[in-house]
C-alpha cells in the first residue's frame, strides 16, 4: 500500500519565477493538506483541499494557489517566488474529515 | 486555538522511559490532543491522540489529566531511533486538530544516547 508520495523531491528557483509541486495521497484517502516548513520551524498551514475544492485555508497569501484532481491527487502552486518561500513543503492526506493525516517525504524548495 | 507549551529539547539514554509533558492551559471542550513526531528531512508522522485519561498503543502512551490543561507522552524504552522532533497540537478533531489544519509549534527535541 503507497503511502503520501510527493514530486520532486528537491528543486531550486530563481526569485520571481512560478512553481508547482505535486503530491498523491495514501490509498483511499480523499483529502489533501499542504505545509510549508521552514528549517528549525515547526509545519504550517496552507490549505486543504477535499471534494476538488478549497476547504480551509491559512495565513498565506494569494501567490499560493491550490488544485485537487478527480484522483484525489493535488498541486501546490506558487506564483512570484521570493528568498523566504524556501522551505520544506509538505503534503499531507486523509479521508474527510481529516482526523489523522499522513505525511509525505515532502519537497525540498530552494529560491535562490 | 488553544496554545501549547512543551521544552525545545530533552535528553535521555537508550532503554529509559521518556515523558515529554505538553502545556495547553485554555484547551477547549471539543479540544482533542494530538502527538506528530518527525525524523530529519521526513514529514511528521501521527503517534497518539486522546481526550481524557490514558490512552495506549504500540508505540506510546498519553497520559491525561481531569482538567486537561496538560498532557504527558510516555516513550517507554527508547532507542537511538526514537531521537526526533515530538510536536503536541491540541485542536478540534473533526478539523483535524485545527479551525484552520494542523497547528504544530516548534516541539520539543528529542536527542537519545547510547
Known amino acids: 500500500d503507497a503511502g503520501v508520495t510527493q514530486s520532486p523531491t528537491h528543486l531550486i528557483k530563481t526569485r520571481g519565477q512560478q512553481v508547482t509541486l505535486r503530491c498523491s495521497p495514501k490509498?483511499?484517502?480523499?483529502?489533501v493538506s499542504w505545509y510549508q516548513q521552514a528549517l528549525g520551524q515547526g509545519p504550517q498551514f496552507i490549505f486543504q483541499?477535499?471534494?476538488?475544492?478549497?476547504?480551509q485555508r491559512g495565513n498565506f497569501p494569494d501567490r499560493f494557489s491550490g488544485h485537487q484532481f478527480p484522483n484525489y491527487s493535488s498541486e501546490l502552486n506558487v506564483n512570484a517566488l521570493l528568498l523566504g518561500d524556501s522551505a520544506l513543503y509538505l503534503c499531507a492526506s486523509s479521508l474527510w474529515p481529516p482526523y489523522e493525516q499522513y505525511f509525505g517525504p515532502g519537497t525540498r524548495l530552494t529560491v535562490t | 486555538l488553544a496554545k501549547t507549551t512543551q521544552p525545545i529539547s530533552m535528553d535521555s539514554y537508550e532503554g529509559q522511559e521518556v515523558n515529554i509533558t505538553c502545556s495547553h492551559n485554555n484547551i477547549a471542550t471539543n479540544d482533542y490532543i494530538t502527538w506528530y513526531q518527525q525524523f530529519p528531512s521526513q514529514g511528521p508522522r501521527f503517534i497518539i491522540q486522546g481526550y481524557k485519561t490514558k490512552v495506549t498503543n504500540e508505540v506510546a502512551s498519553l497520559f491525561i489529566p481531569a482538567d486537561r490543561k496538560s498532557s504527558t507522552l510516555s516513550l517507554p524504552r527508547v532507542s537511538l531511533s526514537d531521537t526526533a522532533v515530538y510536536y503536541c497540537l491540541v485542536g478540534d478533531r473533526g478539523s483535524g486538530g485545527g479551525a484552520d489544519g494542523l497547528t504544530f509549534g516548534k516541539g520539543t527535541h528529542l536527542i537519545i544516547q547510547p
Open positions: 490509498s483511499g484517502h480523499d483529502t
Open positions: 483541499y477535499y471534494e476538488e475544492e478549497e476547504r
